[in-house]
């Protein structure tokens, strides 16, 4: 069985440049989180969602941050504009229902110079 | 709020120790209890985890109880090896307050010295 697949697996721009991560989760499950993970700390939530709904966005950054889950499946996130301080690792996360084990992608680490 | 927090690393270890890596945490309700492991270059992944007092989730080797009187879920290992160097994250979730995401610990780093 596939894994959580995230691309890309790295990413480098320029502050004030736009950017996009993708993140296809395990076939079939219908929860999907996005996490943020900065150097030396444990990821934080940004988004969850229960299949094409975003039910907890409460730590998602509105001003510069979006995600989308179209069809209840792929999701993207996006910043626009990147600012220096968004240099990080993006998690994408999914699991069965909301109660059930979370199974993590490989990340998309970025770095805004 | 929930919180967990674990002891600092990084933890060096020659091989065939005894590990120990403490984690405590702060929560409502009745959470359930995870450790998480990220080898270099990978994502994290679920190590075991333990969901009511007094469970004890296993996996490769590794234990943690989870200790409600102590608010703890300490990760032990009676023989490491160098293969097990990675960063070691526990976590919560607490379903019953909402709160469905999981909060993680800060990350132990665990070298493991042939």
């Known amino acids: 069985e596939a894994g959580v697949v995230q691309s890309p697996r790295y990413k480098i721009i320029e502050k004030k440049q736009p950017v996009a991560f993708w993140c296809n989760p395990i076939?079939?499950?219908?929860?999907l989180y996005w996490y943020l993970q900065n150097l030396g700390q444990g990821p934080e939530l940004l988004i969850r969602?229960?299949?094409?709904?975003?039910?907890?966005d409460s730590q998602l950054p509105k001003d510069r941050f979006s995600a989308e889950r179209l069809k209840g499946v792929d999701s993207t996130l996006k910043i626009q504009p990147a600012e220096l301080g968004d240099s990080a690792v993006y998690l994408c996360?999914?699991?069965?229902?909301?109660?059930?084990?979370?199974?993590f992608g490989p990340g998309t680490r970025l770095t805004v110079l | 709020g929930n919180s967990v927090t674990q002891m600092e690393g990084p933890v060096t270890l020659s091989e065939e120790a005894f590990l120990t890596i403490n984690c405590t945490y702060t929560a409502t309700g009745y959470p359930s209890l995870f450790w998480y492991v990220q080898y270099p270059g990978e994502g994290l992944q679920l190590l075991l985890k333990a969901t009511k007092a007094d469970d004890k989730g296993s996996n490769k080797g590794f234990e943690a109880t989870y200790r409600k009187e102590t608010t703890s879920f300490h990760l032990e290992k009676g023989s490491v090896q160098v293969s097990d160097s990675a960063v070691y994250f526990c976590?919560?979730?607490?379903?019953?307050?909402?709160?469905?995401?999981?909060?993680f610990g800060s990350g132990t780093r665990l070298q493991v010295q042939p």
């Open positions: 076939s079939g499950h219908n929860t």
């Open positions: 996360a999914s699991s069965l229902s909301q109660l059930d084990t979370q199974y």
């Open positions: 969602y229960e299949n094409e709904e975003a039910v907890d």
């Open positions: 976590a919560l979730s607490a379903p019953d307050t909402g709160r469905r995401a999981l909060t």
